[in-house]
């Protein structure tokens, strides 16, 4: 119910649509700080389906939200936008899409590797890991944060 509260009709959508499990990047495309090139305009887009170290991801210096999504998720559709535009206007935040879907599957692939990996149950689902690369918040507290920091 704090989805539904926190993020409004993104999460209602999600949950009358089913994206309930239940009911590749390259480095200069998220990075600033390795190898000094400039961030990407956009979120790179990781997995693919295949598991994943975020640690490979965090840019060093700067607030990095993954986010698991899948094309399959209206409601992950629906937030892109806004994650999109955050990533292209904060210097200080990279936004970094983690894509459940194997290629070729449509839907959202609940049985992928990276999925089972981090026990998705729903999506969309953030990890938060702060300028120091720890991990901030995930799960209903990364929903909170994220959803201040898209107003």
């Known amino acids: 119910m704090k989805r539904v509260l926190l993020l409004g009709p993104i999460f209602l959508l999600c949950g009358l649509l089913g994206c309930s499990r239940t009911g590749v990047i390259d480095a200069t495309g998220a990075t600033t700080a390795r190898g000094g090139t400039p961030k990407s305009p956009t979120p790179?887009?990781?997995?693919?389906?295949?598991?994943?170290?975020?640690?490979?991801?965090?840019?060093?210096?700067?607030?990095?939200?993954?986010?698991?999504?899948?094309?399959?998720?209206?409601?992950c559709r629906a937030i892109a936008p806004a994650l999109h535009k955050l990533h292209a206007e904060h210097d200080d935040i990279v936004v970094v899409e983690v894509d459940l879907n194997r290629p070729g599957i449509r839907g959202i692939d609940w049985r992928s590797p990276v999925a089972?990996?981090?026990?998705?149950?729903?999506?969309?689902?953030?990890?938060?890991?702060?300028?120091?690369?720890?991990?901030?918040?995930?799960?209903?507290?990364?929903?909170?944060?994220?959803?201040?920091?898209?107003?």
């Not at 295949?50 to 986010?67: C, E, M, R, S």
């Open 116 to 151: 089972q990996q981090f026990g998705l149950q729903s999506i969309p689902h953030f990890k938060i890991y702060g300028p120091n690369g720890k991990l901030m918040a995930e799960g209903d507290q990364a929903y909170g944060i994220v959803n201040e920091m898209l107003h």
């Open 44 to 75: 790179a887009r990781i997995a693919h389906g295949a598991t994943v170290d975020l640690q490979n991801y965090i840019v060093p210096g700067k607030t990095t939200i993954f986010d698991f999504t899948s094309e399959g998720c209206p409601p």
